[in-house]
């Protein structure tokens, strides 16, 4: 039997979080070593009980759950309510019955996991703000270079914001620390921008409908995303789904369904004013300097559909 990769995530855990953590709970080639909480869709105890709930209504099996950072680096906290809802969830009260988070800071659970492991045979998928990463690097940042790859679900891609013009949530919610993790030197690592789930990547009402009557997990997984679905009315004029965090997991676990990745020297912009938070991106070599990070910026929709369907069962 081939024997399962090791993963950790860590989120800001709302409702699109949470399909992405479902999609790994049912992955057969990786197995969820543990699950950080940090604050960024929710305050991060909430974050934290919305993983927990993930994990009893996905059912498959129960990773620890460390909660890590409840506050940015430099920038104070907003959330994102209109996206999400108050509880990031859809506000409608989910909790989990019997799962409680395990003891121990989230940011010392990942160093430790990190130590106490071969180097290079854990891979961490990062769906909301950066700020465990770029403390967990500034703690011990020769152990953090044993971490195998990151992806992350960061930045506009090569297109526009979500939260400004140039800037994608996660990564404005705190610049600072993605700052740091861009300039660590991490070996392989991976931003999945916002467009990749974009255009044709997008769910659509059937497959949203398609989800929705297949189990009580994807009612679950398109319940929560209520809240989405209305402000994607505004929007984009139709009832539509676009799933970032399920969109960078893909990328991360079935690489195969990307179709627009390069490596690219990038910076963060952590200056005051209209592009706080924005990743920018040398596209044409401007600043001479070697690439630091990949960007993946497309995604093969149908193998990306495919992928999702059936890692939620859905048939």
């Given at each position: 039997?081939?024997?399962?990769?090791?993963?950790?995530?860590?989120?800001?855990?709302?409702?699109?979080?949470?399909?992405?953590?479902?999609?790994?709970?049912?992955?057969?080639?990786?197995?969820?070593?543990?699950?950080?909480?940090?604050?960024?869709?929710?305050?991060?105890?909430?974050?934290?009980?919305?993983?927990?709930?993930?994990?009893?209504?996905?059912?498959?099996?129960?990773?620890?759950?460390?909660?890590?950072?409840?506050?940015?680096?430099?920038?104070?906290?907003?959330?994102?309510?209109?996206?999400?809802?108050?509880?990031?969830?859809?506000?409608?009260g989910y909790h989990p019955?019997?799962?409680?988070?395990s003891e121990g800071h989230?940011?010392?659970?990942?160093?430790?996991?990190?130590?106490?492991?071969?180097?290079?045979?854990?891979?961490?998928?990062?769906?909301?703000?950066?700020?465990?990463?770029?403390?967990?690097?500034?703690?011990?940042?020769?152990?953090?270079?044993?971490?195998?790859?990151?992806?992350?679900?960061?930045?506009?891609?090569?297109?526009?914001?979500?939260?400004?013009?140039?800037?994608?949530?996660?990564?404005?919610?705190?610049?600072?620390?993605?700052?740091?993790?861009?300039?660590?030197?991490?070996?392989?690592?991976?931003?999945?921008?916002?467009?990749?789930?974009?255009?044709?990547?997008?769910?659509?009402?059937?497959?949203?409908?398609?989800?929705?009557?297949?189990?009580?997990?994807?009612?679950?997984?398109?319940?929560?995303?209520?809240?989405?679905?209305?402000?994607?009315?505004?929007?984009?004029?139709?009832?539509?789904?676009?799933?970032?965090?399920?969109?960078?997991m893909a990328a991360a676990?079935?690489?195969?369904?990307?179709?627009?990745?390069?490596?690219?020297?990038?910076?963060?912009?952590?200056?005051?004013?209209?592009?706080?938070?924005?990743?920018?991106?040398?596209?044409?070599?401007?600043?001479?300097?070697?690439?630091?990070?990949?960007?993946?910026?497309?995604?093969?929709?149908?193998?990306?559909?495919?992928?999702?369907?059936?890692?939620?069962?859905?048939?």
């Open positions: 039997m081939k024997e399962k990769r090791k993963l950790i995530i860590d989120t800001d855990c709302g409702s699109d979080d949470a399909v992405a953590i479902a999609m790994a709970l049912n992955d057969e080639n990786h197995e969820i070593i543990m699950i950080t909480t940090v604050a960024g869709n929710v305050p991060v105890n909430q974050a934290t009980v919305n993983v927990l709930t993930t994990l009893e209504q996905t059912g498959s099996y129960y990773p620890p759950v460390y909660q890590g950072c409840g506050e940015m680096l430099v920038k104070k906290w907003e959330g994102s309510r209109d996206t999400h809802g108050y509880d990031g969830m859809g506000d409608l019955c019997f799962l409680k988070k989230g940011v010392l659970k990942m160093l430790e996991a990190l130590a106490e492991n071969e180097k290079k045979t854990i891979d961490i998928v990062t769906l909301g703000p950066l700020t465990n990463l770029a403390l967990a690097i500034r703690l011990q940042p020769q152990t953090f270079q044993r971490v195998r790859r990151v992806v992350v679900m960061g930045s506009a891609g090569l297109g526009f914001g979500n939260v400004s013009e140039a800037a994608e949530f996660n990564i404005w919610q705190d610049g600072e620390a993605a700052r740091i993790v861009l300039e660590a030197g991490i070996e392989d690592l991976t931003f999945v921008g916002w467009d990749a789930c974009l255009d044709e990547a997008m769910l659509d009402e059937k497959e949203i409908g398609q989800i929705r009557s297949n189990s009580p997990l994807g009612a679950f997984c398109i319940d929560s995303n209520r809240v989405l679905m209305r402000l994607n009315r505004e929007r984009f004029g139709r009832d539509c789904l676009d799933m970032a965090d399920p969109a960078a676990l079935h690489p195969q369904c990307i179709e627009g990745c390069q490596r690219f020297y990038c910076q963060i912009d952590t200056n005051e004013g209209p592009s706080y938070g924005s990743m920018l991106i040398d596209r044409y070599g401007f600043s001479g300097k070697p690439a630091n990070a990949a960007v993946c910026w497309k995604l093969k929709a149908k193998e990306f559909k495919e992928y999702l369907f059936r890692t939620l069962g859905v048939k």
